[in-house]
Nanobody, 115 residues
Framework: QVQLVESGGGLVQAGGSLRLSCAPS????????MGWYRQAPGKRRGLVAD???????NYADSVKGRFTISRDNANNTVYLQMNSLKPEDTAVYYC?????????WGQGTQVTVSS
């Protein structure tokens, strides 16, 4: 079973930056959308940003202007550049690849922003 492997999480002070990466452990075909979601303690998992095959992006209002999603189609990798981080960005971040036949999820990476 192919899995998504995330990296780049960690602890950062408010105002700092982190870059998350996500790539599959094997081959995945016909990836349409790639995205990042997050879940804070006691809250539901929600969309942070996604990007389709053509490069069209979509962001949650809370991260617009601070986060940038990008993808490398040749390597099936998605990135999330997070700038001007705030304590309320603290959450477990999950990557997601959507294909017509399956919906792939990563195991999650912790992002903690201290005030």
């Amino acid at each position: 079973q192919v899995q998504l492997v995330e990296s780049g999480g960690g602890l950062v002070q408010a105002g700092g930056s982190l870059r998350l990466s996500c790539a599959p452990s094997g081959s995945i075909f016909n990836i349409n959308a790639m995205g990042w979601y997050r879940q804070a303690p006691g809250k539901r998992r929600g969309l942070v940003a996604d990007i389709n095959r053509s490069g069209i992006t979509n962001y949650a209002d809370s991260v617009k202007g601070r986060f940038t999603i990008s993808r490398d189609n040749a390597n099936n990798t998605v990135y999330l550049q997070m700038n001007s981080l705030k304590p309320e960005d603290t959450a477990v971040y999950y990557c997601n690849f959507w294909t017509p036949s399956w919906d792939y999820w990563g195991q999650g990476t912790q992002v903690t922003v201290s005030s």
